[in-house]
């Protein structure tokens, strides 16, 4: 083991665990840090109270002189709280987010001090971004955005900061972050969802969109990360021979948590809480040094903005305990990578769960309505959903043996199969009185019922119904879940709005009752959607073929992926739902690619780099030293001399193959990346995925040979069993 490793394993082990107490009940902690209703009433006169909350639920505007008021109680607040700046905390196309501090300090004319903040600088704010991906939405020499605060989601404290969520928006009006053509969604999603909805109950006027995350990551010694050039530069390791011991023993998932994880966690959730981010279950997973966090679910918006945050907070807290947080989606090879199930259901005004079966016929028939439209979607945008999780580090789960591959289908159980399968034979036009009691006792009346026995949850489908919601499971650990989330309520909202005009037609011309019109309608979607939907083994080799049988697509990388971001369909859905006009979709798809690309381009240098920088070096250090041992033996023995060199004449040889194909490949690949550093767009990105990509396994599996070759003493990197198994 090599002296720099060795000081940074001890550094380690020498270290005391850090035992922080957790102090205090989760319920008085909670959202103490947050400038929530609760706290908007203690702080605000009702006029402002009742301005927020309208905003808040029915998107009205906030007149100015409000707005003033609502900044002043946000400040004596915040003060209050030890604050000393403020923020507007935004969603750049970087995927992480953004901030830039101002003082609530000012200075009078006459040299006073005091703290201000008004309703100007709440509402709006200008902030240099200049440097942010735009996509080419903005010329740079008119690099003007602005920030628009985001009434939904509460402002918080952290640190000494107030951060209040905020749209990023070009003055020409396009969007410049994740968060606005979410908002946009979520706001279809309501319209179309309500007015179907009022089918069932009139009472509904309004839908949320709800998700529930489960956030995977790796925790690995912060000291042993930093000493690996590939963790830090890319958040993978590109090299490293798979430890004698991996996940095989399956001794890790759900297993006791570490003492200095359980630290870690502790003191990340008590962060958690104070920001109202309500995290709730916390557990080993496959791999060494893999776990999971999952809130109670939230509205999607909220819910988006407290994952952005948690992940920001969780490397803050990694660092205080000397831990690197990975969010890759494959940091090691061999073992399990991590995803971020996206728990996904859609709640009304009066508290009903739309994916959650009822108790009365009516309420089933509402659950099959949203149930059908969802598969509905997911089939007929397949390509679309497979679009929204596309990224250079997702690439390496999708068809890997432990997640979802590149296929979108949709599991729903052998129960509501059946009841599918029965409506789809539902009487065209008119209903028989006795099929219509027979619908309703026999098959709409029974849902409840079979759900409990409902237990079969299929773990290789990307897209399954979990008994009261769906799990769009596809989505990586690293991903902001903005982008799958503005995808799915987009597509879903537009077959909510198809259906409704499709059952209105049957009704007024066809003169059918409501519960005729509505189970017309989904009898026909239930038949066009069927080959999305599949219940075997999503892993198997089988179902790749099968899928491709049934016309469904398989986009295994992400150049491939993304074209269905920009095709005619996707503008035309985008324009119609008013989420994105053509400009901001095809800014978002350029961002992507050259995101891409830049991503295999890092991970191609690093891979140079250190292959030849520290892996060849060492490798030759190595065998000089056999070189030495060789003629120091040949002077010895003069006459078996053969027989006691052999193994080291041998090492010598295999190192020196070793060093030229690392070499040479090396080579061919700088070549490559020339090559295509001269393409553009689509052709720039295929290139890095086709012919600069493939060099990657061809380098790492000479290095890793070495790596058995070695001497340990001299091996200049961190090896997998020291980073998977230090905690
Ligand atoms: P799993 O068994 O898949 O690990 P759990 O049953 O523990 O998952 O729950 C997964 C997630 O689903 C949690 O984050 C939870 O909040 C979320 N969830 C539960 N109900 C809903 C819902 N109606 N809408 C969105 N998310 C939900
Ligand atoms: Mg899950």
Redesign the pocket.
Known sequence: MSAIRFSALQETLNRVPLSIKDTGRRSELFAQNVFNKHAMLQHMTKEAYTSVTNAINYGSKIDRKIADQIAVSMKEWALSKGATHYTHWFQPLTGATAEKHDAFFEITKDGNAFEHFDGGQLVQQEPDASSFPNGGIRNTFEARGYTAWDPTSPAFIYGTTLCIPTVFVAYTGEALDNKTPLLRALQAMDDAATDVCKYFDKNVNKVNA?????QEYFLIDKALAASRPDIMMTGRTLLGHSSAKGQQLEDHYFGSIPTRIMNFMRDLERESILLGIPV??RHNEVAPNQF?L????EEANLSVDHNSLLMDVMEKVAQRHHFKVLFHEKPFAGINGSGK?N???L?TNTGV?L??PGKTPMKNLQFLTFFVNTIKAVHDYEELIRASIASASNDHRLGANEAPPAIISVFIGSQLSQVLDELENVTKGKLSPKEKTDLKLNIVGKIPEILLDNTD?NRTSPFAF?G??F?LRAVGSWSNCAGPMTILNTIIAKQLKDFKKEVDVLIETKSLKKDEAVFNVLREYIKASKKIRFEGDGYGDAWEKEAHKRGLSNNKTTPEALKAKISKKTIALFEEMRVMNKVEVEARHEIELEEYSKRIQIESRVLGDISRNHVIPTAIQYQNTLIENVKGLKEIFTKDFEKFAKEQIDLIKRISSHISEINSKIEKMTNERKSANKLKGQKNSEAYCNKVKPYFKDIRYHVDKLELLVDDNLWPLTKYRELLFTR
Not at 210 to 214: F, I, K, N
Not at 294 to 297: D, G, L, M, N
């Open positions: 709800t998700l529930g995350w489960e709730k279950t999971e999952a809130p109670i679910f199930h728990n996904w259901s709640s769960n994916l959650s949850r979990t009261n919601k799990e």
